[in-house]
């Protein structure tokens, strides 16, 4: 049986006080519970950057003005496949929150903890504390 293929745009929203904004995925969802860059599936015919765009938008109610992908990830899971595209965004309109009701905060780029993302976002979370910069 093959495995179903997921390509996701995932948007590492940083601030001018070296703040990140994650959001917390929904319990009873896939890897529940665990901390996330906001973002979401492509939909057909999308490129990775209008995907974000529009998942930004009905995530945590931004308007992205200035995106930039910094890396591509891929993800075996046992029961799926993940290509995941990380973008830092620095511009935006509006102020991102948990607008499905999920939980939001903003958390200091080098005070990020790898053990509470998923497994395929921790090699980027690596990346972000180890270089202070993205």
């Given at each position: 049986m093959e495995k179903k293929h997921l390509h996701i745009a995932a948007g590492i929203i940083k601030n001018?006080?070296?703040e990140i904004f994650i959001t917390q995925r929904r319990a009873d969802s896939h890897m529940g519970g665990f901390w996330e860059f906001p973002g979401g599936k492509l939909e057909q015919g999308e490129t990775s950057e209008q995907a974000l765009i529009r998942e930004l938008k009905e995530e945590v109610g931004i308007t992205v003005t200035h995106c930039e992908l910094i890396?591509?990830?891929k993800h075996e899971?046992?029961?799926?496949?993940?290509t995941l595209d990380?973008?830092?965004?620095?511009?935006?309109?509006?102020?991102?929150?948990?607008?499905?009701?999920q939980p939001s905060?903003?958390?200091l780029q080098s005070e990020l903890i790898a053990d509470e993302f998923p497994p395929a976002n921790r090699s980027i979370?690596?990346?972000?504390?180890?270089?202070?910069s993205c």
């Open positions: 001018s006080n070296d890396d591509t990830i899971f046992p029961d799926r496949n993940i990380f973008f830092l965004v620095d511009k935006w309109e509006d102020e991102p929150f948990g607008k499905e009701g905060r903003w958390v979370v690596g990346f972000l504390t180890r270089t202070g």
